[in-house]
Every structure is written in C-alpha cells, then in structure tokens.
C-alpha cells in the first residue's frame, strides 16, 4: 500500500519519511489527480443550487491527497533529492501544472463560483468565508473567466507567447553568462582577493580547461569577489562590461526587443481584464494597492535618501584619492572602494563574532526569543521520522502545554540539499467544522558544518539567517485560521517578509544577545563594542544602497506602467527611467533591462519595491517593540494575534493598522539607516 495515501499514523501524523520510497510519488500523484478531478465533477454536477459549503468549500478541500503528495515530493526535490527523484520530477511537475490549469480554466466550475459569489451578500458568510470566496472569484477572473471567446483566445495567445520570450529572455541571458570567461595568466593579476578566492580562481581555470591559470567568470560566486577585491582596476573595468552589456549587444543573444515585446503584451493582457497597467494589475492583489502608492513611496525615498547617498560618494572619492585611486570614480571602483574604506572604518570582520555564535547557542537563544515574545516551547522530539538524520525535530507547545506544530530543523549543506535557506511546510493549518489541524514546519539551511575539532560557528549573516528563517516559521506555527488556502505565509507577497525580516531585528539587539552569543570556549558573553559595531557597519553606505534599490524598482515602474510600444531605443529608455536614481557616471551600450532576470524571467514584475516595502514594515513594527521594550508581552501579543496568527484572512493594512494604530510609514526605516 502506498503510505502517502494511506492516514498517516504516525506522531502527530507527521509525514513518514522512511516509509515513503521513491516509487511511491508518481502513482500518488495519479490518485491525487484522479480524486481531485472526481471531487471538481461533483461540484460541477450538483444540481442543487450553488452554495458556500457544496462550491467554495468542496474547492477547497478537493485535492486533499494531491497537496500532500506535492508538499512531501517538492520539499525534498529541494532538501533531500537525488537523480531518481529528479527524474521523477520531469514527470511530476508537468502533470501537477496540467491540473492546475485545468481546474483553474475550467469555465462551468466558474459558473458555480460565480453563483456564489453574485448572492455573497445575501449568504451571512464571515469574513474569512468572504475572503476564500473572493479569493477562488478573483483568481479565476483574473485568468479571463469573465471574458467572451474572442477574449480568452486573445489572452490564451498572449500567454503563449509571454511564456516563450520569458523562456528566450532566460536562455540567452544564460547563454550569455556562459560564454564569457576572463583568463588570467599571472597571480598578479588577482592582487587584493583573498587567497580562498585566488584558489577558487585557479579551481575554476582548470575546470574551464585553463589549468596552471586562474579564471572569472560572470556566476556571481566569481564575479562579486573579483569586483569587491580586485586591485587592478582595467581588469575590474573588462568585467563589469562584460557582465553590463550582457543581452544588449545587438547580436544573436540580445534581449531588447524581447523586453520591450514582453513590456506591450503585459500591457495588453492588462488592458484586456480591464485594467489601466500591468502594474495596476499586479498591484490589486498587493498591500501597496496600487502604482500611485508604489511611485509615492520610491519619490519619498529618493528625497529622502539622496543628499546622503551623494555625500557618501563624495567621501569615497576623496578616500580613494588620498589612498591613491582615480580621481574619477566609476562603476567597476565602487564595490572595491567601499570595501577597503568599510575595511578602515569599523574592522569588523566574521572570524571575530564567529565564536559568539555556535548553532546550538543561536537556536537555544531563537527559541528563547519565541518563548519570551509568545509563550513557545520547544521540545525534542526523536519519535518524528527525519528524512535525513541531521535534520532535528520538535514539538512546540504554548504556555498551557496544548500542541501548537511540528517542526524541523535542517542546518548543514549536503549534496542533495540546493543552496540557500528556506522555511517550508509539511502540512498546513486549519481548522473546519471543528476538525483542527496544527502545521508541520520546517526550515532548511546551509551552515557551516562542525568538524572534529570545531563545532559549527556561524557567520552573523548566518545568525541574521536563522532568525529570518525562524520567523517565518513562526508565522506557519501559530497560524490559526479556518482555511488552509488563507493560513499562515499565504499572503500577498509584500507582505509576506515582515514576520521573517521583523525577527532579524531581536538579532542587533544586546538584551537578546546576551541571552545566548556567549563564547563557544570562554563563555564570554559578546562584548558591547562588538555588537554596536555589527549595528554600525550594518548601515554602511545605506544612502548609496537605497538608491540602487530605488534605481531598479524605478526601472521596473517604468516598464510595467503603461504602453510601451512607442519606445525607439530601450538603452535610453532604461537611464532616463534610472537616472533620478544613479549616482556614478552611465556607461555607454551598458543595460540592466536585458540581464533584469527578476522582472522579465521571475515574478517580480510591478514587484522589485517590496523589497524595501518590507524593510519599511518590519522597522515601522520593530519600533513599537523597541520603544515598548523588545520582549513586552502584550506588543507580542498584539503582533500573534493581528498579524501572526491571521494569515491571509484580511487584507494586510487591516491587520497592520489594527497591530501598529496606523498606516506603516517609512521614518523608522530611515532612522534605522541613519538617513533621518
Ligand atoms: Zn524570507
């Protein structure tokens, strides 16, 4: 019998990892379809009149063992795979998006979703209820349900051939990064990198069949070394043209007329669901709303942060010159100026704090973080079976000892496990007709291991990591909501960041610090001076980088705003769109549009602000812990119980107002960063 579709009887019916076999995920798949399929049919075949509980209900607890079996097979295609797996994964993926296509264009379950919806008002739904009947209306509607057949052909068209240049744009940005290789022929040639760096540089030559030598490439691991570290300054030069130009050079790979196509079809495909923008578009389903807000809030950013940013380019000129740099700063000195005066002005670096930070140090002192603020209690918990036996496992209670969730922690590297770190789940939260589901979470990272001698010290980026991660975990732990589809991290995407960066907050601070950075052999508690140093060095140069980041949400606005066809050349479209935001001199046939993989490959298109959206929500919220005190009991619980524990329920400025009194605004950001 296949255990994914069996209940599972295990502790907390977690999932059995060492049941479940390879073998096993394909033919769920297929049951999971065949029910999900069924459970639709029925829906649509009920002749009785449309309802909540028959339509909107049955929907959302119509793939019941599909979600499993995708949550089980995704999370350890990610943390655990091996070449078995992928290969199943080139059968999985395809079949599982056919599904979902299916179910989403599936026009007579739009006309019982729709049924629904016209009566809503007549129907004394609550508002969660409303919420995951608007929620299945608009998805539907915004997928062109609501248009006539000439419509849905036009958008289905529109679609095809927005999914082909997203795919050519990728790939020859791919290409690209590909073909370019910088060979050096003499260790001179690298003056100033760390020798970890000059070894990965000789590493990486023979590789490329260059051995003896050293190489640079345009992979980031290779580039942003060799950029930040790099002495000789026309090298530093070739390669931030070559990575500048990429896709922009007018020859086979360039991307500037699949850009600008892209910019006209999301243009039109707007237009046609009746909106005046992509970005008002994107927007409706965002806490910002809509355009106005977003370019509001880049212009007040922009004015707040120039004059600041302009003095810290001026005070590095002057540093480079008194240091014996070029008299005119250009965009291949910036990174390896900034450095060296970073370098000069807090000597800081990671082999200092590393000893304040063993793993087990930090995850005792996040897990004291959750105590003081909520009342979490984590427990070990070796009954739950592990996918792999580094991973740890828990159970965390509240205060009361009533089980709240799951939860597993997955910290070192492995071949298998793809690079960075990640919260995810294993089941979601719910709570229907009194059946309550408590969440399985989990967390995968890639810190450095323990060796023989030394146990596993973080990086504080690794700490700032672990908290971020946690935090995250903590909005999927006390979710408490009715529906799974509405709970825990299923928000509007500018929102999802503040419960995580929020977090990375506790981490700057002395009386959290204090509670575990103690000295893996001395037990030495982290000095005062180390950590305002942390905090100092932390906003370094945070003019300049609001304004790169400001420089790219302006150049994403501008492309997904309006009709672009009337555009001649897109190079100067993309500085007239940047420059209200650039600081060095523009480079000649140099592009960020074309390599702009965010906005024309990822999902960020109307969607580069919310990075620093986020960052504006997390300092706005932390500022009401900083001034109440960080682990005031009654601020935490405001944040559980309006923000933590609301999920996707209503709409993220109603939960912010009701947790913060008022609109986030964006002065603690700005204070923060030492720019008010
Ligand atoms: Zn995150």
């Not at 037990?523 to 980088?545: C, M, N, W, Y």
Request: charged letters at 30%; hydrophobic letters at 35%; glycine letters at 6%.
């Amino acid at each position: 019998m296949n255990p994914i579709l069996n209940e599972y009887k295990t502790v907390f019916a977690t999932v059995p990892f060492e049941e479940i076999k390879n073998e096993h995920f394909l033919p769920a798949l297929e049951e999971g379809i065949r029910l999900g399929k069924e459970n639709i049919e029925k829906i649509k075949s009920n002749t009785e009149e449309a309802t909540f509980e028959n339509t909107i209900l049955a929907l959302e607890n119509s793939s019941e063992i599909l979600d499993k079996t995708a949550e089980v097979f995704f999370n350890l295609l990610s943390a655990e795979t091996n070449d078995e797996l992928q290969e199943i994964a080139k059968e999985f993926s395809p079949k599982l998006t056919a599904y979902g296509n299916d179910v989403g264009l599936d026009a007579d379950l739009f006309i019982k979703i729709k049924a629904v919806w016209d009566k809503k008002d007549s129907l004394n739904l609550d508002a969660e209820d409303l919420k995951l009947l608007e929620k299945n209306y608009k998805s539907f509607v915004r997928n062109g349900a609501l248009l006539n057949e000439e419509g849905k052909e036009k958008l289905r068209k529109i679609d095809e051939e927005l999914s082909t240049l997203g795919l050519k744009f990728g790939d020859n940005n791919l290409k690209e990064t590909n073909k370019f290789i910088m060979v050096l022929d003499s260790e001179d040639d690298l003056k100033g990198l760390p020798a970890g760096e000059v070894e990965a540089a000789a590493m990486l030559a023979k590789e490329k069949g260059h051995e003896g030598k050293w190489a640079v490439t345009l992979d980031y691991p290779s580039l942003i070394p060799f950029m930040t570290y790099a002495e000789n300054r026309e090298l530093r030069k070739r390669l931030y043209m070559a990575n500048g130009t990429k896709s922009c050079k007018g020859d086979e790979l360039d991307n500037k007329e699949v850009i600008k196509r892209m910019a006209e079809l999301r243009h039109q495909r707007a237009k046609l669901l009746g909106y005046e923008s992509h970005a008002h578009f994107t927007l409706e389903e965002r806490m910002a709303a809509n355009p106005k807000t977003v370019t509001d809030f880049l212009d007040d950013f922009l004015s707040k942060a120039k004059d600041q940013a302009k003095k810290e380019i001026e005070d590095l000129q002057k540093y480079a010159v008194e240091n014996g740099g070029p008299s005119d700063l250009q965009n291949w000195d910036y990174a390896f100026w900034a450095e060296k005066l970073k370098k000069d002005k807090f000597s800081i670096d990671d082999e200092m704090l590393k000893p304040y930070f063993k793993l087990e140090n930090v995850i005792d002192g996040v897990f004291q973080v959750a105590n003081k603020l909520y009342g979490l209690n984590f427990k070990k918990n070796d009954e739950m079976q592990k996918y792999h036996k580094d991973v740890m496992t828990y159970e965390v209670t509240d205060e009361s000892g009533r089980h709240i969730a799951a939860f597993y922690a997955d910290f070192f590297p492995r071949a298998g496990k793809r690079n960075g770190a990640w919260m995810t789940a294993y089941r979601g939260q719910s709570n229907v007709d009194g059946v309550e589901k408590r969440p399985h979470i989990s967390i995968v990272c890639n810190f450095t291991k323990p060796t023989e001698t030394k146990p596993s010290l973080l990086t504080f980026n690794e700490v700032t990591t672990l908290f971020h991660e946690f935090g995250h975990a903590l909005h999927g732990m006390l979710a408490d909501t009715k529906y799974e589809s509405l709970s825990g991290t299923n928000v509007f995407w500018d929102f999802v960041e503040l419960p995580s960066q929020i977090l990375e907050n506790w981490a700057y601070e002395k009386e959290c610090l204090d509670l575990f950075a103690k000295h893996y052999e001395t037990g030495e508690v982290i000095p005062s001076e180390l950590i305002q140093k942390i905090k100092d060095s932390a906003t370094f140069h945070e003019g300049r980088a609001t304004l790169r980041q400001i420089s790219f949400c302006l150049l994403d606005m501008a492309w997904h705003s309006g009709d672009t066809t009337a555009i001649s050349n897109p190079e100067s479209f993309e500085k007239e769109a940047m420059k209200p935001a650039s600081l060095l001199p523009d480079v000649d046939g140099t592009m960020m549009s074309t390599s702009f993989g965010h906005i024309f490959a990822g999902g960020y298109s109307s969607g580069y602000y919310s990075y620093k959206w986020a960052e504006v929500l997390d300092a706005d919220a932390f500022e009401h812990f900083k001034e109440n005190g960080i682990f005031n009991r009654e601020i935490a619980t405001k944040f559980k119980d309006n923000i933590l524990s609301k999920g996707g329920t209503e709409h993220p400025m109603e939960l912010y107002k009701k947790f913060r009194g008022a609109e986030p605004t964006p002065d603690a950001l700005l204070r923060r960063g030492g720019l008010i």
